[in-house]
C-alpha cells in the first residue's frame, strides 16, 4: 500500500475507436482527450486570478524560499479537506495546506504562486475501477497554485482509461454506462476527507454538448462512506456515475 500514485484528471471514455468499426465493440473503452484547456481562474468565483496578483521576482523569490525553508513534501498535512470535481479533460483539485501560507502585504501584494506541482506534498487519489491499472492515467506535467491562504489549486489535464459499460441495444447508438470511483489510496476519512469541489455532485461535462455527437441521459455523484470491522475510521470515495448516448446522424467527435 505504499505506492505513490499520482493524482490525475479523468477522461471518461466516451467514443468507440470509430463510428463504422462495429467490430471491436467491449466494455471498456479508451477515450483520448487530446486538447489541453488552459485553465483561467477557480470556478469557484471566490478568486479571479490576475497575473498583478504575483508581485515582483523579487517577491516571490523571497517568498518561495521562506515557504519551502523547511518544508517537506514527503510529509502529509494534517486534516485535510480535499474537494474533487472530474471533468471530461481534467480533474479539479482543491485543499488546505497550512504550512503554505504567507501575509501578501509582506511580499509586495503577491497572493499566488504558480508552482512546478512536484515541489509539494499532494494527495494520493486513486481511480478505483481503473480498466487498465497499469496504464491507468497518463497525465500532462502541470503547475499547481498555491494561494496566500493556504489554498491549493491543482487542475491537472490526462487522459486516462476507465471503464464504461455499453448496452448492445442499438448499437453504435447504444447508451453508455460510465462509473467512475475515485479515493485516498492511503489515507482515512479522519486524515483525508474527500468531497465535491464547488459542491457541484456532478461531472463537469461542459465540453460535451449536442455537437459533440453525444447527448447526456444521467450524470450524478455521490459520496460514500465505507467503514470496515478492523477500524473505527471511515474510509470515503466519491463515485461519479454518466449515462451517454450517440446521437444518430452525429459525427463522432472530431477533436478527440
Ligand atoms: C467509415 O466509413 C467511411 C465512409 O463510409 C469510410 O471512408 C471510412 O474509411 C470508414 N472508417 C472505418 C474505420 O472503417
Ligand atoms: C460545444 O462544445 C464545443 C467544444 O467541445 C465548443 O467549441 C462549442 O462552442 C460548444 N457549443 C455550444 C453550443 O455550447
Ligand atoms: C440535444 O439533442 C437532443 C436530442 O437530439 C435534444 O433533445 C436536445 O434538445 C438538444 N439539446 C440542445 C441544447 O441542443
Ligand atoms: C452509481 O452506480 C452504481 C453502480 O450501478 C450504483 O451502485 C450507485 O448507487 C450509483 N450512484 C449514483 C449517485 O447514481
Known sequence: MNKIFIICAVIVAVAYAAPNSSSDLTDSVAT??????????????????????????EDRTKLVAKLFKDYDKKVNPDDVKLKFGVGLIDFH???????????????????????????????????YNSADP????????????????????WVPPCKMVSRCHLTLKKHPYGEQVCGLKFGSWTFDGVILDLDFYDGKK???LSDLNNS?????????AEKTDK???CCEEPYPDLTFNMTIKRIPGEELIKKW
Not at 32 to 57: L, R
Not at 93 to 99: A, G, V, Y
Not at 135 to 151: A, D, K, P, Q
Request: charge should be negative.
Open 32 to 57: 483520448t482527450a487530446e486538447t489541453a484547456v488552459p485553465f483561467a481562474a477557480p470556478t469557484t468565483g471566490k478568486t479571479a486570478i490576475k497575473t498583478s496578483d504575483q508581485g515582483t521576482v
Open 93 to 127: 483539485i482543491s485543499w488546505q495546506d497550512p504550512r503554505l501560507k504567507w501575509n501578501p502585504d509582506q511580499y509586495g501584494g503577491a497572493t499566488i504562486l504558480r508552482m512546478d506541482s512536484e515541489m509539494i506534498w499532494k494527495p494520493d487519489i486513486t481511480l
Open 134 to 153: 497499469v496504464n491507468m492515467i497518463n497525465c500532462w506535467h502541470s503547475n499547481i497554485l498555491i494561494f496566500s491562504t493556504g489554498e491549493i489549486l
Open 202 to 204: 456532478t461531472m463537469d
Open 212 to 220: 459533440s455527437g453525444f447527448e447526456i441521459l444521467s450524470n450524478k
Open 227 to 229: 467503514f470496515y470491522p
